[in-house]
């Protein structure tokens, strides 16, 4: 409080200091000018007066100086009685003698012994010389007549200028006070029209800033440039209050984002909880994943060392039936070695069989392949039960009995299954043939049939082996893992249980092992039943028998004209074969030729009956030719056999819609040959009577 | 200050020692010779204080003409003393008067105390002539030399000066008239 009222003390204070300052600067100029001027005017006009005086007084003295009358000189003097500031005067002749004197009443003093001005003598027609001595003035004033020094004046006067300067020196220092002191009670009267309004200014500023209360407003006094000052405050404060007023809502608005933000940040760090749970979430997904992973991979090497295992094993079980087939095949065409019929017998059987054993080795090896590749197509239809088991039982009794093994099976149920009826077949017999083989001898097979569910049918084949254990039920359906292989008594390809449980899955049904070590095992297929009707069960039957005795009729018919046949083939050794097949059929005649165009040549000379022809022939192919031939018209009825390596399916099929009469697959079993053969011409006979 | 002092003091006693001279030196001349020096030179202080009428001065350059009767050391001296000099602007010339009748033309006329004075008196009366006499005092002299103890007074005759036409200055009837 003490600073801001010695403040405004100090503006009033300074109001005070410019106004008497002013006034005193005014003062001292004007007193002082007006004061010098009077005191120059004064002092000329004082010298001028004692000039005039002493001028007059030598006027009149200057006669009694030229006629040397000293009494009328000193009449002249006393007139200056009149003057009392003229303190002494004196007259010199022109020698500067003393001539009268004059002395003011109460004056006492001496006179110069000559009129003298710093030692200098007074001359005619010189002007008049001041000699200020103390606080009185000389003067010397020289006399001249007609150009003739006649004497001089002296004068002492009394300084009244010093006396002047004196009183005015009092005047002037009066008046000053009296001015300042008059400014003074001026201003201090006059000073509030100044001062109130900064006050109230002040006073407003002072508890705006002490109480932060913009809604003051200073009052407006006066009408001057206060009054700008207190309108300009005033809008200054209200410019402030409405900026604070922002401010504040500004704040308002800040923390109101802050809050905000931190809800968000709450809320982001919820969130990253809960990614944080879905990370783990997802990396234990994705180290079950990993580790599945590393399971299938292991999978994959585990079926790559099976692969690698399965064609060492597969070349390895290829060249064992070879070894028997090539050496007794040696044995005999050696001269070295003379063999007894009996003994040529004997070999040839064991090379038959060897190559039979070879040729159901590729057959299963090539549905495996197909399985595997999902090449297999099963043409799926319903398929009477008994007659298949029934079937089977026929083609198993041979081998049983070989071991004197009892096969029994049940009272076959008339039921249709849903399957393919050729691998069915397949897949029963292989169960059959495996219980037989892996059996002891004079054991027993049990074949059974049960309905676990009404659209179910399961049938089982317990044999009376050895049994399996846990680890050989569990490699039991790797390719060409032979049980029993270590004791290797028994023949097998180790693929049939391979094939044999994918062909299960294919027909839509199961396959399942259950065994015992020592007692046996039992192994069962469970299969859709397809509907339950048995009457056309034994229709089909009749009609595959029927079919043999129709064939051996045409070729018994056949005998009454010798046939052409045309062998179109690039293999020597296959040739020979077939011409001595040929060469027990009296009733054909056979053509050969090593390639398609001669072939093509013979046809077109001879047309023969009917042209077998491989398909991968040297130059053209087997379909060109065929395809030439059925353009040109003599040739185009002949029908064409294909005989060809590709066992596939696919090619098979192929074969047949390019024209194609039959498909023999090497190697040529002599049976089919002459069923193709013999099939093949009789329905030439047919075709060529119906014209007739 | 002393020293100037001292200084001054030595400068007025030379003064006055040359002045004690100058008094020894005077009085070592013929005696009268001082009277007839301060003569002329009365002569010619008191034409300073006359006027004439115009008519007196044929031209304005015209030499005031001062004759000087019965006195001839006095006119010797008063031509020396007045060679050169000017009064109202007019050059001044000495003449020596006999006991012939005065010419025309005088300005100033100086009558020594001798018997002829009276008749030279007359002949310039009512002339704008300046008479000027000395010894014993004549009546119808304008201004008269008086000898006073060791001063020489003058006394004017304003009666006489106003017949003559002469304005005399007040400063110098101031000095004594009759």
Known sequence: MARPMLRRRSIREKLVTIVMSTTLAALVVSVGSVVAYDLRSYRRALLNDLATQAELVGHMTSAALAFDDARLAGENLALLRSRPSVRAAAIYDEHGALFATYLAPGETGAFPVRPAKGGKPVRAGAKES????????????????????????????????????????????????????????????LGHTITTPIDAITGIAREVVARRDYSRRAPRISEDEAADLVDSFNAMLSEIEQRTRALEDSNREIAREAEERARAQQEVMRLNAGLEARVQERTAQLELANSELELAIEEARA????????????????????????????????????????????????????????????????????????????????VPLAEVMLECQSMIAPLAATRGIRVLFPEAPAVRVQADRTRLKQVLLNLLSNAVKYNRDGGAVIVDCARPAPQRLRLSVQDTGMGLTPEQVANLFQPFNRLGQEAGTQEGTGIGLVVTRRLVEMMGGEIGVASSPGTGSVFSIELTVAEPAGVAAAAPSAAGTSAAPARSADG??????????????????????????VRFRPDLRL?????????????????????????????????????????????????????????MRADIERALAAGFARYLTKPIDIGQFNEAIDGVLATRRVDESQPQ | ????????????????LLLLAGAVHARAEAPGAAERRLKAAYLYRVAAYVDWPDAAFA??????????????????????????????????AVRRIGATPPPAGLHVLFAAAT????????????????????????????????????????????????????RVSARLLALGTW
């Open chain 1, 130 to 189: 001041y000699l200020p001595e103390g606080d009185e003035v000389v003067l010397y004033k020289p006399i001249s007549e007609n150009g003739d020094l006649l004497g001089t004046v002296y004068l002492r006067s009394e300084n009244q200028l010093i006396v002047r300067v004196r009183d005015y020196f009092m005047i002037c220092a009066g008046v000053t006070l009296l001015a300042l002191l008059t400014a003074w009670l001026l201003v201090r009267r």
């Open chain 1, 303 to 382: 079926a790559n060392q099976a692969k690698s295992a399965f064609l060492s094993s597969m070349s390895h079980e290829l060249r064992t039936p070879l070894n028997a087939i090539l050496g007794f095949a040696q044995i005999l065409a050696s001269k070295d070695m003379p063999t007894t019929p009996e003994q040529k017998q004997e070999f040839a059987g064991h090379i038959l069989k060897s190559g039979r054993h070879l040729l159901t080795l590729i057959n299963e090896i090539l549905d495996l392949a197909k399985v595997e590749a999902g090449a297999l197509s099963l043409s799926m239809e319903p």
């Open chain 1, 556 to 581: 018994g018919a056949g005998a009454t004209a010798a046939r052409t046949v045309l062998y179109i083939e690039d293999n020597p050794a296959n040739l020979k074969l077939v011409q001595e097949i």
């Open chain 1, 591 to 647: 053509m050969c030729a090593p390639d398609g165009h001669f072939g093509l040549s013979l046809a077109r000379s001879h047309l023969p009956d009917v042209i077998l022809m491989d398909l991968n022939l040297p130059g053209l192919s087997g379909f060109e030719v065929l395809a030439q031939l059925r353009r040109e018209p003599d040739t185009a009825r002949i029908p064409a056999i294909a005989v060809s390596a590709n066992a």
């Open chain 2, 1 to 16: 200050m002393a020293s100037s002092a001292a200084a001054r003091g030595a400068r007025r006693l030379i003064v006055c």
């Open chain 2, 59 to 92: 031209r304005s350059n015209a030499p005031l003409v001062i004759g000087i009767a019965g006195d001839d050391a006095l006119a010797e001296q008063a031509a020396q003393f007045m060679a050169g000099r000017l009064v109202h602007g007019h050059p001044l």
């Open chain 2, 115 to 166: 018997p002829a004075r009276a008749r030279l008196l007359d002949a310039v009366h009512s002339q704008p002539v300046l008479t000027v006499c000395d010894g014993m005092p004549e009546r119808r002299c304008v201004v008269n030399l008086v000898a006073d103890g060791d001063h020489l007074r003058v006394r004017i005759d304003r009666l006489e000066a106003l017949a003559a036409q002469l």
